[in-house]
């Protein structure tokens, strides 16, 4: 399975970017998710989708971020609006299990990932 990310940028706060993730192969039980990583921090988990179309978002994004897919192209996608600063990251596609639905996100919980997008953000 290949993950890759696009649409990454330097934007100025309050900006908007759109990420997207195309997979080279994806499964009906399967969940999707974007993470980021900014230096000296761990990878956390943003905004996760499954199949069926359940979304989740960590608390910081909620009402500025929005996660979709279009299933018939395998392509994940992350609508970032009013960025900020503290958005800045290396943002990353991840594939597999759906446990964040139900709890926190845990990248233990995915087995596929992007080479991940650079998104850095100007105050």
């Known amino acids: 399975v290949q993950l890759v990310e696009s649409g990454g940028g330097s934007v100025q706060a309050g900006s908007s970017l759109r990420l997207s993730c195309a997979s080279s192969?994806?499964?009906?039980?399967?969940?999707m998710a974007w993470f980021r990583q900014a230096p000296g921090k761990e990878r956390e988990g943003v905004a996760g989708?499954?199949?069926?179309?359940?979304?989740k978002y960590t608390a910081s994004v909620k009402g500025r971020f929005t996660i979709s897919q279009d299933n018939d192209n395998n392509t994940l996608y992350l609508q970032m609006n009013t960025l900020k600063p503290e958005d800045t990251a290396k943002y990353y596609c991840?594939?597999?299990?759906?446990?964040?639905?139900?709890?926190?996100?845990?990248?233990?919980?995915?087995?596929?990932w992007g080479q991940g997008t650079q998104v850095t953000v100007s105050s």
């Open positions: 192969y994806t499964h009906s039980t399967w969940c």
């Open positions: 989708i499954s199949n069926e179309g359940s979304t």
């Open positions: 991840a594939a597999g299990g759906c446990a964040f639905l139900f709890g926190d996100f845990s990248t233990n919980d995915f087995g596929y």
